[in-house]
């Protein structure tokens, strides 16, 4: 999916440009999603266009201030080394749009299938219940 910087801010709200399309961040405990149980049932998509990201069964709670899943639907996002801040991380875009969406850490300890944190942006998302 191919837009210019005009087409994104046309559709996206500017905070929503800011993160996915500048590689932005939202404040930790802000995001729409931060605290939406994992009981919920749907899928979680990408505001920029609409691919299905995560099955909402997937959401847990880390208490890192953002929505995290451990496990996303294949194919979905594309993982890229992020060597910004000084650390090593690995960042998760939109396998459709490019869009930034968050990281993804591994081995913290959470007891979910995969002990993957994948932490993201609430603004990127929306729920399709």
């Known amino acids: 999916m ?9 559709i996206l709200s500017p905070q929503q ?10 404040a930790p405990y802000s995001g729409e999603y931060n605290d939406t149980p994992a009981s919920d049932v749907g899928v979680y ?6 691919q299905d990201l995560y099955k909402a069964s997937t959401k847990f ?8 899943f451990y496990e996303a639907i294949p194919g979905s996002i594309i993982i890229n080394r992020d060597t910004s801040f ?7 875009r939109c396998s459709n749009c490019d869009g930034h969406l968050g990281h993804i850490f591994r081995g913290e300890g959470y007891k979910n299938p995969t002990d993957e944190r994948h932490c993201v942006n609430s603004i990127c998302l929306k729920l399709n219940k």
């Open 61 to 68: 709670n880390s208490a890192c201030g953002w929505p995290a």
């Open 45 to 50: 998509q990408c505001v920029g266009c609409n």
């Open 17 to 26: 440009y800011r993160v996915l399309r500048q590689l932005g961040t939202e």
């Open 2 to 10: 191919s837009k210019s910087d005009e087409e994104w801010r046309a």
């Open 86 to 92: 000084g650390m090593v991380r690995e960042e998760m």
